[in-house]
């Protein structure tokens, strides 16, 4: 994946673009008043952020103006991992900065949502208006009991109720934690029984893919196993009346009520996010209000340089943590595009539909969505308005090299393109978007600032140029305080910290290349070793999905017990296709010229789809226990996976080769 050496870059900004950018005007304040770098850009600010992390951080709450409603006593009190404790005395609330632009007269009537369903028709929620429902959404819950500390869920698509109730819950102390609704019941059930919420918000249904979608017997499910309700919230998106015991959300929004704002800790709980729980119950992520509010505001405001001017759309949905760092656009005075169904309804190019009809200057999206893109021949610059956009960011998988290309050609030549990485468990990105640099094909740009991202081998070396793990040596604001229902921390420590001590192992397979980029060949725990040479599945994918036979694929490195290595490659085919001896060959002799002939596939197996977590990442780990001989109950948590019935077949295919 990686791009020739001192290959010349596919985007550069030019000299007005990097002046303006707000990165740009943070470093020479920053150098003013708190030594940083003057010069040498970016990787020189970036050195600064990590030798000097506290005063870094400083530096971020001052520039972005943090309210503390009683002062910090100093930055970081303790560094260890885990464990780290930041800010120690002060008190903020999230909620109250989310909603700080209505307080300005001349914003007050701008739009601070845009929502979109399926017919594409932007509707605004203004400023003034979200700060009311919320201010009035607010006493009402605490007119229920909801206190400080008190979960409030919400089984929700990516609706404007689903952010006001995510406010007002901050907005009173609560902690948040939420479901889409296409989640079966027993998947909320895993996440929801854990935290006991005392408050459940619910659609009757939703609408997607031109179909509605009618959920009222698995809200009656999760009112009958959350005994810890006290109030369910129902929202009629389709429609129906609230069911006995429920309150209309009409009764709760409409109040003129101007907020309260709990001031709490800086490490109070601000929600609880889930990771996909493939092999066991989800881990229940706890974050803090306080080190949300800071990482995001360094992510939105200076890696994505989003300000008032800016419409910000990131397709996703409540159940995944970009719903959480979307709604976060806030922050800085941003509209946010919020669209609830189907990415490619009526037709694949919906999202770029979206994108012009919002007016959106950042649009993110899946890698998946780009190449599902370049295989329908989807012409966006052609077919659609999209001055507006300034960057197109992704995540979820690696952009392979191809996808950068057909954005590059086919949306705009002058386009940055933001590759980005991180994940559920900081709920931000460890690498990706930089305004003021160079994209190179296959690479995200840099690490982010204040992340003290490396690539280390087995004995804790650091790598430049190499493959090596993901490990970042120096806490994050908003790395987990602690997962719920883990009193010893044992569980979290074990998830981070068990291979390196006191070092954060994300679980990636990176190269920090020499001229400062980052480049990810996917999940350590499901690489490829053949023969001591490593390669990220990842890699794989990108060069098998470029044919057009070929919809989706799944790659496996299997140990087997008298020390073979047996590596099968799993082909979704594209409709019409056949695999074939011609279709298999020129499979094997892409990976053979353009990867490496020691991860020529053993076998390429035709398989009726690739299984998905319920946030549409491919199940590789579960799929290689499966085929280690492990059953399916064993394997996988099903209420984790898009379709189980797609697991049955590696799981028949393992009792064949017996």
């Given at each position: 994946?990686?791009?020739?050496?001192?290959?010349?870059?596919?985007?550069?900004?030019?000299?007005?673009?990097?002046?303006?950018?707000?990165?740009?005007?943070?470093?020479?304040?920053?150098?003013?008043?708190?030594?940083?770098?003057?010069?040498?850009?970016?990787?020189?600010?970036?050195?600064?952020?990590?030798?000097?992390?506290?005063?870094?951080?400083?530096?971020?709450?001052?520039?972005?103006?943090?309210?503390?409603?009683?002062?910090?006593?100093?930055?970081?009190?303790?560094?260890?991992?885990?464990g780290a404790r930041w800010f120690p005395g002060a008190t903020l609330n999230y909620a109250e900065h989310a909603l700080r632009t209505a307080e300005d007269?001349?914003?007050?009537?701008?739009?601070?949502?845009?929502?979109?369903?399926?017919?594409?028709?932007?509707?605004?929620?203004?400023?003034?208006?979200?700060?009311?429902?919320?201010?009035?959404?607010?006493?009402?819950?605490?007119?229920?009991?909801?206190?400080?500390?008190?979960?409030?869920?919400?089984?929700?698509?990516?609706?404007?109720?689903?952010?006001?109730?995510?406010?007002?819950?901050?907005?009173?102390?609560?902690?948040?934690?939420?479901?889409?609704?296409?989640?079966?019941?027993?998947?909320?059930?895993?996440?929801?029984?854990?935290?006991?919420?005392?408050?459940?918000?619910?659609?009757?249904?939703?609408?997607?893919?031109?179909?509605?979608?009618?959920?009222?017997?698995?809200?009656?499910?999760?009112?009958?196993?959350?005994?810890?309700?006290?109030?369910?919230?129902?929202?009629?998106?389709?429609?129906?009346?609230?069911?006995?015991?429920?309150?209309?959300?009409?009764?709760?929004?409409?109040?003129?009520?101007?907020?309260?704002?709990?001031?709490?800790?800086?490490?109070?709980?601000?929600?609880?996010?889930?990771?996909?729980?493939?092999?066991?119950?989800?881990?229940?992520?706890?974050?803090?209000?306080?080190?949300?509010?800071?990482?995001?505001?360094?992510?939105?405001?200076?890696?994505?340089?989003?300000?008032?001017?800016?419409?910000?759309?990131?397709?996703?949905?409540?159940?995944?943590?970009?719903?959480?760092?979307?709604?976060?656009?806030?922050?800085?005075?941003?509209?946010?595009?919020?669209?609830?169904?189907?990415?490619?309804?009526?037709?694949?190019?919906?999202?770029?539909?979206?994108?012009?009809?919002?007016?959106?200057?950042?649009?993110?999206?899946?890698?998946?969505?780009?190449?599902?893109?370049?295989?329908?021949?989807?012409?966006?610059?052609?077919?659609?308005?999209?001055?507006?956009?300034?960057?197109?960011?992704?995540?979820?998988?690696?952009?392979?090299?191809?996808?950068?290309?057909?954005?590059?050609?086919?949306?705009?030549?002058?386009?940055?393109?933001?590759?980005?990485?991180?994940?559920?468990?900081?709920?931000?990105?460890?690498?990706?978007?930089?305004?003021?640099?160079?994209?190179?094909?296959?690479?995200?740009?840099?690490?982010?600032?204040?992340?003290?991202?490396?690539?280390?081998?087995?004995?804790?070396?650091?790598?430049?140029?190499?493959?090596?793990?993901?490990?970042?040596?120096?806490?994050?604001?908003?790395?987990?305080?602690?997962?719920?229902?883990?009193?010893?921390?044992?569980?979290?420590?074990?998830?981070?910290?068990?291979?390196?001590?006191?070092?954060?192992?994300?679980?990636?397979?990176?190269?920090?290349?020499?001229?400062?980029?980052?480049?990810?060949?996917?999940?350590?725990?499901?690489?490829?070793?053949?023969?001591?040479?490593?390669?990220?599945?990842?890699?794989?994918?990108?060069?098998?999905?470029?044919?057009?036979?070929?919809?989706?694929?799944?790659?496996?490195?299997?140990?087997?017990?008298?020390?073979?290595?047996?590596?099968?490659?799993?082909?979704?085919?594209?409709?019409?296709?056949?695999?074939?001896?011609?279709?298999?060959?020129?499979?094997?002799?892409?990976?053979?010229?353009?990867?490496?002939?020691?991860?020529?596939?053993?076998?390429?197996?035709?398989?009726?789809?690739?299984?998905?977590?319920?946030?549409?990442?491919?199940?590789?780990?579960?799929?290689?226990?499966?085929?280690?001989?492990?059953?399916?109950?064993?394997?996988?948590?099903?209420?984790?996976?898009?379709?189980?019935?797609?697991?049955?077949?590696?799981?028949?295919?393992?009792?064949?080769?017996?």
């Open positions: 994946m990686t791009s020739a050496p001192n290959a010349a870059p596919l985007w550069q900004p030019d000299a007005d673009r990097i002046a303006a950018a707000t990165i740009t005007r943070f470093q020479a304040w920053a150098a003013e008043r708190y030594g940083a770098p003057a010069e040498g850009g970016y990787s020189a600010l970036h050195r600064w952020s990590v030798d000097e992390l506290d005063t870094f951080w400083k530096a971020v709450a001052d520039w972005f103006d943090v309210r503390f409603s009683t002062p910090y006593e100093t930055v970081i009190a303790d560094r260890s991992m885990p007269p001349a914003r007050a009537d701008d739009p601070a949502l845009l929502c979109v369903d399926e017919t594409h028709e932007p509707i605004p929620v203004s400023w003034a208006e979200l700060r009311r429902q919320v201010g009035s959404l607010a006493a009402e819950l605490r007119a229920l009991g909801v206190r400080p500390g008190d979960r409030v869920s919400g089984y929700l698509p990516n609706i404007p109720q689903a952010t006001v109730a995510l406010l007002a819950t901050a907005a009173v102390g609560g902690v948040w934690t939420s479901c889409a609704p296409d989640f079966g019941a027993r998947s909320v059930l895993d996440r929801f029984q854990q935290v006991e919420p005392v408050v459940l918000f619910t659609v009757d249904g939703y609408r997607y893919g031109g179909k509605e979608h009618n959920r009222t017997e698995a809200v009656a499910e999760l009112r009958r196993e959350l005994p810890t309700l006290r109030a369910v919230v129902h929202i009629p998106l389709l429609g129906t009346p609230a069911p006995e015991g429920a309150v209309e959300w009409s009764a709760l929004t409409a109040a003129d009520t101007e907020p309260v704002f709990e001031q709490v800790p800086f490490e109070h709980p601000l929600w609880v996010l889930y990771s996909s729980g493939t092999t066991g119950l989800p881990k229940a992520i706890v974050q803090s209000q306080g080190g949300i509010l800071l990482e995001h505001f360094k992510q939105i405001g200076l890696h994505c340089d989003l300000g008032p001017q800016d419409r910000f759309f990131w397709y996703t949905s409540t159940g995944w943590m970009m719903w959480n760092f979307l709604i976060s656009g806030l922050l800085t005075g941003t509209t946010v595009v919020l669209y609830d169904g189907s990415p490619g309804y009526p037709d694949t190019g919906a999202q770029w539909r979206i994108a012009e009809r919002t007016g959106a200057t950042l649009f993110g999206t899946s890698a998946a969505y780009v190449m599902a893109c370049a295989k329908a021949d989807v012409h966006p610059a052609r077919d659609f308005d999209l001055s507006h956009i300034k960057c197109v960011a992704t995540t979820g998988s690696p952009l392979p090299p191809d996808g950068f290309r057909w954005l590059h050609d086919e949306v705009a030549s002058d386009l940055w393109i933001a590759s980005v990485s991180g994940g559920t468990d900081v709920c931000s990105c460890f690498a990706g978007a930089v305004p003021t640099l160079p994209v190179h094909i296959g690479e995200l740009q840099a690490p982010c600032l204040g992340t003290d991202l490396q690539a280390w081998d087995a004995q804790g070396k650091p790598l430049t140029g190499e493959v090596g793990e993901l490990v970042v040596t120096n806490p994050m604001p908003s790395m987990p305080i602690r997962f719920w229902n883990d009193p010893d921390g044992t569980r979290y420590h074990d998830s981070y910290f068990d291979t390196y001590p006191g070092v954060w192992r994300h679980g990636d397979w990176i190269t920090l290349t020499d001229h400062g980029s980052v480049i990810i060949h996917g999940r350590s725990d499901s690489t490829l070793n053949r023969q001591g040479v490593r390669m990220g599945s990842a890699d794989i994918y990108e060069v098998v999905e470029r044919l057009p036979e070929i919809r989706e694929s799944l790659v496996i490195g299997l140990e087997e017990p008298d020390g073979g290595y047996w590596m099968p490659l799993f082909v979704h085919l594209a409709d019409g296709a056949t695999l074939d001896d011609d279709l298999r060959a020129r499979i094997k002799q892409a990976i053979r010229t353009q990867l490496s002939p020691r991860h020529v596939p053993d076998e390429v197996i035709e398989v009726p789809g690739v299984p998905h977590t319920l946030t549409g990442k491919r199940i590789e780990v579960p799929v290689k226990r499966l085929l280690q001989g492990a059953a399916l109950d064993k394997a996988v948590n099903p209420g984790s996976v898009d379709n189980i019935g797609l697991l049955r077949f590696y799981e028949d295919l393992a009792r064949t080769r017996r």
